[in-house]
């Protein structure tokens, strides 16, 4: 059974700094495309970025090019998530995903998701 917990949401300021982790067990890490979606009230969820299995590739949805990095540390299961100069557009909550398949940004892509974790930005 593959489980992916998030942490690290909150409330920030805007233009302030957050980073979400995403520790996942139960299977094995390093064959995984990770990637963080997310979904604001009333708005359909939408891709934030993906990172491939090495991390050596990466994607980023045009809106946060610039001010997002995607991580990942195989060696502790673990993606990362560096938000910075974050806007209230970028409210919502945050879902880790994993898939086991290829690398994509459709929701169809991704095999296994999060609880999710909330980011309130404060203008």
């Known amino acids: 059974q593959v489980q992916l917990v998030e942490s690290g949401g909150g409330l920030v300021q805007a233009g302030g700094s957050l980073r979400l982790s995403c520790a996942v067990s139960?299977?094995?890490?390093?064959?995984?495309?990770m990637g963080w979606f997310r979904q604001a009230p009333g708005k359909e969820r939408e891709i934030v970025g993906t990172i491939s299995r090495s991390g050596r590739n990466t994607y980023y949805v045009d809106s946060v090019k610039g001010r997002f990095t995607i991580s990942r540390d195989n060696g502790k299961n673990t993606v990362y998530l560096q938000m910075n100069s974050l806007k209230s557009e970028d409210m919502g909550i945050y879902y880790c995903?994993?898939?086991?398949?290829?690398?994509?940004?459709?929701?169809?892509?991704?095999?296994?998701w999060g609880q999710g974790t909330q980011v309130t930005v404060s203008s």
């Open positions: 995903v994993a898939a086991s398949g290829v690398f994509g940004t459709s929701a169809g892509t991704y095999n296994y």
């Open positions: 139960g299977g094995t890490f390093s064959g995984y495309v």
